[in-house]
């Protein structure tokens, strides 16, 4: 019995490593694209003309529109399904006939522009778009291939070296005058770069093949998959325009700057939280097959999971949120100014809508995804409606209005991941606690550095790279001296799901 418990210790430990591991290398990679990402923004703001900004946030609307149409749901299929047969090559194929179609319509839009309406400079901006296209469906399957075997740090690795080499192609067009075609050229070098690199890693060229059954399962599954996107896509996308066509572009530049900002931040959380979910409650879905709906053991995963998300990532939007002033003046300068509180504003949204990570891998291995679809699109309308409705009164009352629809959104996750995920939201609640004490300190120290800062001599940089610095300190102090004296966060909540 001590041999099989100590087997089963050392096998706890060291899946926990892996995890750990796993986490640590996505976290990098997210922060890597995000840095990169928000460099090239930043290069772009200093280089381009607000006309070419609203012209390329256009044209990047409508093929983001393709892309979710292209990509329909493959990566996701791959995650859920087995990987036996030939089913891998099927899914292939059918990303890559995606590809082909999504190019040749972007390409024909191309040249109705170019030739018919004499916009050659957005029809060529269109071109580019369109050849990115080609690689992006295939790539998105690769990448679902290598989150449903765990090796995140591989996907991570080629991630981080294709958005390098996408950001040095994107700012060295901009410098060199190339304008917003230097931004697609560095989309279409990322792109082209991963792809390549995930088919010498997975050492894996698919034979081209489908069959009619296979094609049925397959858009089935898509379907919920895509209209969840597209849902989503309507509600994104709904700020910036809303906001410029009541108040007008500087408001709507004000706008999509801070949802750029924090999106930057959202995307380093979000993207590592999504893949680790569907690497975690995979195993609880594996472990409790034969029960029909949502097993206990995959309950008690997203309960763990969604606690130890929520402790990570509130510090860091209520850290965005204290700190936003400051860190729109490093960054885009004074004159970006009146964009602070709307980060702020979208920053407090951002942490209601963390605990919706989980729920689209939750629901998809407890089979109840169709459950979505609906959820997403009363959000979405919530979500539109109030923008439309406080829109006329200001910008800041319009990102107010988005901080009451993730507050509903909040709620309908909560909702959904209980009736159909089996996840107990009393003992999440509960485990937030020693988090939500431990933020308040650390809102208490920024404070206090910000009032010291402001009466001494300390430039803007020094001032906002100490208060992230004792912040942080003091977030993971508090957190220990309470686990030290209460008890820790994560054991509390395993022994309660035991």
């Known amino acids: 019995m001590w041999l099989t418990r100590r087997t089963e210790a050392l096998r706890t430990g060291s899946i926990l490593r892996s995890l750990l591991g796993n986490a640590m290398w996505s976290l990098w990679a997210k922060v890597v694209v995000q840095f990169t990402q928000l460099a090239t923004f930043i290069v772009a703001a200093r280089t381009l003309e607000s006309a070419e900004f609203g012209l390329f946030a256009y044209v990047a609307a409508i093929v983001a529109l393709l892309v979710i149409l292209a990509e329909g749901g493959w990566s996701e299929f791959v995650m859920k399904t087995h990987h036996d047969g030939d089913r891998l090559d099927q899914i292939a194929t059918v990303a890559i006939v995606s590809g082909v179609t999504a190019m040749a319509t972007g390409l024909c839009v191309a040249l109705v522009l170019g030739l018919y309406f004499q916009l050659t400079h957005v029809g060529l901006l269109v071109a580019m778009?369109?050849?990115?296209?080609?690689?992006?469906?295939?790539?998105?399957?690769?990448?679902?291939?290598?989150?449903?075997?765990?090796?995140?740090?591989?996907?991570?690795?080629?991630?981080?070296?294709?958005?390098?080499?996408?950001?040095?192609?994107?700012?060295?067009?901009?410098?060199?005058?190339?304008?917003?075609?230097?931004?697609?050229?560095?989309?279409?070098?990322?792109?082209?770069?991963?792809?390549?690199?995930?088919?010498?890693?997975?050492?894996?060229?698919?034979?081209?093949?489908?069959?009619?059954?296979?094609?049925?399962?397959?858009?089935?599954?898509?379907?919920?998959?895509?209209?969840?996107?597209?849902?989503?896509?309507?509600?994104?996308?709904?700020?910036?325009?809303?906001?410029?066509?009541?108040?007008?572009?500087?408001?709507?530049?004000?706008?999509?700057?801070?949802?750029?900002?924090?999106?930057?931040?959202?995307?380093?959380?979000?993207?590592?939280?999504?893949?680790?979910?569907?690497?975690?409650?995979?195993?609880?879905?594996?472990?409790?097959?034969?029960?029909?709906?949502?097993?206990?053991?995959?309950?008690?995963?997203?309960?763990?999971?969604?606690?130890?998300?929520?402790?990570?990532?509130?510090?860091?939007?209520?850290?965005?949120?204290?700190?936003?002033?400051?860190?729109?003046?490093?960054?885009?300068?004074?004159?970006w100014a009146p964009a602070a509180i709307l980060v702020s504003l979208l920053s407090v949204k951002q942490i209601l809508l963390v605990p919706g990570y989980v729920t689209e891998p939750l629901l998809s291995l407890t089979g109840t995804i169709r459950k979505m679809p609906a959820a997403i699109l009363v959000n979405s309308l919530v979500s539109v409606g109030l923008i439309v409705a406080l829109s006329p009164f200001g910008m800041v009352a319009a990102a107010a209005g988005q901080c009451a629809a993730a507050l509903f959104s909040f709620a309908v996750s909560a909702w959904l991941q209980s009736l159909?995920?089996?996840?107990?939201?009393?003992?999440?609640?509960?485990?937030?606690?020693?988090?939500?004490?431990?933020?308040?300190?650390?809102?208490?120290?920024?404070?206090?550095?910000?009032?010291?800062?402001?009466?001494?001599?300390?430039?803007?940089?020094?001032?906002?790279?100490?208060?992230?610095?004792?912040?942080?300190?003091?977030?993971?102090?508090?957190?220990?001296?309470?686990?030290?004296?209460?008890?820790?966060?994560?054991?509390?909540?395993?022994?309660?799901?035991?």
């Open 420 to 498: 159909y995920g089996a996840v107990n939201w009393s003992r999440i609640l509960r485990g937030c606690a020693h988090p939500a004490v431990a933020v308040i300190a650390m809102a208490l120290t920024i404070f206090l550095l910000g009032d010291v800062a402001g009466q001494s001599v300390m430039n803007g940089f020094t001032t906002t790279f100490l208060q992230v610095l004792a912040g942080g300190i003091v977030y993971i102090g508090t957190l220990a001296v309470l686990h030290k004296v209460a008890g820790g966060l994560l054991p509390v909540t395993i022994k309660e799901q035991g």
């Open 129 to 335: 778009f369109s050849i990115w296209l080609l690689p992006t469906p295939f790539g998105s399957v690769c990448e679902g291939v290598f989150i449903a075997d765990g090796r995140l740090r591989d996907l991570s690795m080629i991630k981080i070296v294709a958005e390098l080499c996408g950001t040095a192609v994107a700012i060295l067009g901009l410098l060199h005058g190339l304008n917003i075609f230097a931004l697609v050229a560095g989309r279409l070098a990322s792109q082209v770069v991963s792809v390549i690199a995930y088919a010498l890693v997975l050492r894996w060229l698919p034979k081209l093949g489908v069959r009619s059954r296979f094609l049925r399962e397959l858009f089935e599954f898509s379907r919920h998959i895509v209209s969840n996107r597209l849902i989503v896509f309507l509600r994104s996308y709904s700020g910036t325009l809303v906001v410029g066509s009541v108040l007008g572009l500087t408001e709507a530049g004000y706008y999509r700057a801070a949802e750029r900002i924090v999106s930057a931040f959202s995307e380093v959380v979000g993207e590592p939280a999504r893949q680790l979910a569907w690497v975690v409650l995979r195993k609880g879905a594996v472990s409790g097959s034969n029960s029909r709906g949502a097993s206990p053991e995959i309950g008690a995963k997203a309960t763990t999971f969604v606690v130890v998300l929520m402790a990570i990532s509130a510090p860091i939007y209520i850290g965005l949120a204290l700190m936003s002033g400051m860190l729109i003046h490093l960054a885009l300068g004074d004159g």
